[in-house]
């Protein structure tokens, strides 16, 4: 009987949670808890969140019982979700005041189905812990500033939302092109909305609020401005 070393890695893995089953899951989402907010200081990583050592999370952010990998970069003051999966092996970058809905994928890596098989025949093989070619391939992902992504949207290897966009509840995002402040949604994502006028969407990159302090966006009066409609 063969056993792929992959099964065997996953089997050793699966021995050592038995550590951690020593510790209440309480305790240990404590002791998370306490180490992200050291390593992220002024935002909220709740402690069962599953962090990668090299992932960057900015100031303000809120993160609650999601995974968020190693290549991954969130701006500040931008909001995951509970359930959603960030990462991938190749860099997944979300601009600041991002608000991602519970139950979203971000991914930057996918089967490759230009080979003969898309199985995983390597990494199986080989016992890798990562998603490497040639069984695997990765494209960055981008998105930009005071973007809504919606609940269990799917945004894949690749993708590039611009400015202002907001992502339909299960909306599948590819590669294609899209202009700012567009409403994608549906499978897969087409623009089903342009949120203002060709006017006021200057306006809103031209003023790039999103990069001004966090003080002065949370003042009172950019608070009342931000929250109001232009037409
Ligand atoms: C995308 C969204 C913002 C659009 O809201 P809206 O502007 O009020 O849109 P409407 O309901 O007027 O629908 C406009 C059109 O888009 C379609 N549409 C709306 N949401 C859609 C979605 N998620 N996927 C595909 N199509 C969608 C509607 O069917 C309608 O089509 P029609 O013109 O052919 O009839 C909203 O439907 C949505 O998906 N919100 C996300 C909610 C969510 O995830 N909440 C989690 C809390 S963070």
């Known amino acids: 009987m063969y056993i792929p070393e992959y099964v065997k890695l996953l089997s050793r893995y699966e021995s050592r949670k038995l550590l951690h089953g020593l510790i209440s899951p309480a305790f240990w989402n404590w002791l998370q808890f306490r180490a992200y907010r050291k390593r992220f ?14 992932a960057k999370i900015g100031t303000g952010c809120l993160v609650w019982q999601s995974y968020v990998g190693d290549l991954v970069e969130l701006g500040n003051y931008s909001c995951v979700g509970v359930g959603s999966r960030l990462g991938g092996e190749k860099e997944v970058r979300i601009g600041r005041y991002c608000s991602i809905a519970p139950g979203c994928f971000i991914f930057s890596t996918h089967h490759d189905h230009r080979n003969r098989t898309t199985y995983s025949l390597r990494i ?7 998603m490497l ?66 006017e006021t969407i200057s306006e809103l990159l031209k003023l790039e609020w999103w990069n001004k ?7 009172e009066e950019m608070v009342n401005f931000l929250l109001s409609k232009p037409e």
Request: aromatic share 8%; net charge negative; hydrophobic share 35%.
């Open 41 to 54: 200081p002024g935002s909220y990583v709740s402690g069962d969140s599953d962090v990668g050592s090299k």
């Open 213 to 219: 302090e966090g003080e002065e966006i949370f003042s």
């Open 124 to 130: 199986m093989k080989e016992g890798r812990a990562r």
């Open 133 to 198: 070619p040639p069984d695997c391939y990765s494209i960055p992902i981008s998105v930009g500033n005071d973007v809504w992504i919606g609940r269990d949207a799917k945004i894949l290897a690749g993708a590039v939302i611009p400015d202002g966009c907001v992502v339909g509840a299960g909306a599948v995002v590819g590669k294609k092109q899209y202009e700012p402040y567009t409403i994608l949604g549906g499978v897969p994502a087409k623009p089903i909305g342009q949120r203002f006028s060709d």
